[in-house]
């Protein structure tokens, strides 16, 4: 495998450093320090499934009493839409409020190049699901990466399936 320069190299996210793959090894290789811009790709995507599967602390309580608490990771999450009928949900807002939590939890993407757009086209889609992209470009070294991510919403579990596209 080619050698990367230090402006190539990556560093794993917090949370990826944190988790001890191998606890009866007390040195890390090279390889676990750094990972690849396909690594780091996999990795986004993965911790935005996490994030737009969660539902956030503003579902179960109002926050406008605690405007820190609403951008805090108390608030982590999306709110709840299992139960909801495409009908009843305010494409709109759902965008903005998809976008906003991707901002506030999502670092590694580049706010300025963010793109959430909900296909509310009953012709696309059935009653019990909803289906939405998020384009972006990603920080990395030594250009930033393209995201272009799919996602469909199972409206009666609220399961949020996110597979990587082709825009």
């Given at each position: 495998?080619?050698?990367?320069t230090?402006?190539?190299?990556?560093?794993?996210?917090?949370?990826?450093r944190l988790t001890?793959?191998?606890?009866s090894?007390?040195?890390?290789s090279r390889?676990?320090r750094?990972?690849?811009?396909?690594?780091l790709?996999?990795?986004?995507?993965?911790?935005?499934?996490?994030?737009?599967?969660?539902?956030?602390?503003?579902?179960?309580?109002p926050?406008?009493?605690?405007?820190q608490?609403?951008?805090?990771v108390?608030?982590?999450?999306?709110?709840?839409?299992?139960g909801?009928a495409?009908?009843g949900?305010d494409a709109a807002?759902?965008q903005?409020?998809?976008?906003?939590a991707?901002?506030?939890?999502?670092?590694r993407?580049?706010?300025?190049?963010?793109?959430v757009?909900?296909h509310?086209?009953a012709?696309?889609?059935?009653?019990?699901?909803?289906?939405?992209?998020?384009e972006?470009?990603?920080?990395?070294?030594?250009?930033?990466l393209?995201?272009?991510?799919?996602t469909a919403l199972?409206l009666?579990?609220g399961r949020?399936?996110v597979?990587?596209?082709?825009?």
């Amino acid at each position: 495998m080619a050698e990367l320069t230090t402006t190539e190299r990556l560093q794993p996210s917090l949370l990826d450093r944190l988790t001890d793959a191998a606890p009866s090894q007390r040195e890390e290789s090279r390889e676990q320090r750094v990972i690849s811009a396909t690594r780091l790709r996999e990795c986004v995507i993965r911790d935005l499934s996490w994030l737009l599967n969660a539902v956030n602390l503003e579902t179960s309580r109002p926050l406008e009493a605690h405007p820190q608490v609403r951008s805090s990771v108390l608030n982590y999450g999306i709110p709840d839409l299992a139960g909801v009928a495409v009908t009843g949900i305010d494409a709109a807002a759902l965008q903005q409020r998809i976008r906003q939590a991707i901002v506030a939890f999502e670092p590694r993407l580049i706010p300025e190049t963010l793109r959430v757009s909900v296909h509310a086209d009953a012709a696309r889609m059935d009653r019990r699901s909803l289906l939405f992209t998020i384009e972006s470009e990603m920080w990395a070294q030594p250009l930033p990466l393209n995201l272009y991510l799919k996602t469909a919403l199972d409206l009666e579990t609220g399961r949020l399936d996110v597979v990587e596209g082709h825009g």
